[in-house]
């Protein structure tokens, strides 16, 4: 029940700011989508949960998600082979934009830097094998195409205007999906109150920003997902 409050309460939060948001231009604005946006927070979060407790782990022992993260990654996978997404749209593909390379790698190395100080900051304690093999994998495969995939694909669907700034399109839409990647690890449910880390928060949300970037500059999710495996795994081999 916990999680079904912290999700429904992020929900809620999505759908009251994007609405306010959009009032800023109405016409630019489909709540229809952003209606989809906060469904796909809750299927997300369903396949994650393995509905909640109620699918059978079949890894038992196991001292990571492996099985509800494999379950959102299909979940994903099969929304954005619907028609009204598009693996392309979703970012789901090898191919990179013509001369997006140049202005990436500066962006990459930023971004492995920013996980580097975050390692010399916040020290780990040694890591099990299955650890480093789940952080190397699993958070880069499953949370990627959904937020900077499918999510971010149906928030621009929501807020059409732009701003052209840094090389990219920007959009009330990439903020948003930014801030649902950071309240996804920062904000919670538990105990019979509401808990918010601020640091976590911006320690997920800068990233994701930089991310955005990498994704909607190469117009794929390959840089995104590989460097979102360095990431995690850079703090546990410091």
């Not at 800023?24 to 949960?49: E, M």
């Not at 998600?65 to 789901?92: D, E, M, V």
């Not at 990647?181 to 918010?196: K, R, W």
């Not at 320690?203 to 840089?223: E, F």
């Amino acid at each position: 029940m916990d999680g079904i409050i912290s999700t429904a309460a992020i929900v809620g939060m999505l759908l009251v700011g994007g609405t306010v948001l959009g009032q800023l231009d109405r016409r630019g604005f489909s709540f229809a989508w952003l209606l989809v946006a906060a469904a796909l927070v809750f299927v997300n979060d369903i396949l994650l949960t393995n509905a909640y407790g109620l699918i059978p782990n079949v890894l038992p022992g196991a001292e990571w998600n492996w099985q509800g993260k494999t379950l959102a990654l299909l979940g994903t996978l099969a929304i954005a082979s619907h028609k009204q997404f598009g693996w392309r749209r979703s970012g789901i593909t090898l191919v990179q934009a013509k001369g997006s390379l140049r202005s990436c790698v500066p962006v990459a190395i930023g971004y492995c830097l920013f996980f580097v100080a975050i390692g010399v900051a916040f020290p780990n304690e040694p890591a099990s094998t299955e650890t480093i093999a789940f952080q190397l994998t699993m958070p880069s495969l499953e949370e990627e195409p959904f937020y900077r995939g499918i999510l971010l694909l149906a928030l621009y669907e929501a807020f059409a205007g732009r701003y052209r700034a840094l090389g990219i399109d920007w959009s009330w839409g990439a903020i948003l999906a930014c801030l649902l990647f950071g309240l996804g690890h920062a904000f919670g449910y538990s105990d019979g109150q509401f808990s918010f880390d601020p640091i976590y928060m911006a320690l997920t949300t800068i990233p994701s920003l930089l991310a955005v970037w990498l994704r909607l500059r190469s117009g794929s999710l390959l840089l995104p997902v590989v460097l979102h495996s360095v990431g995690n795994s850079i703090p546990l081999l410091i």
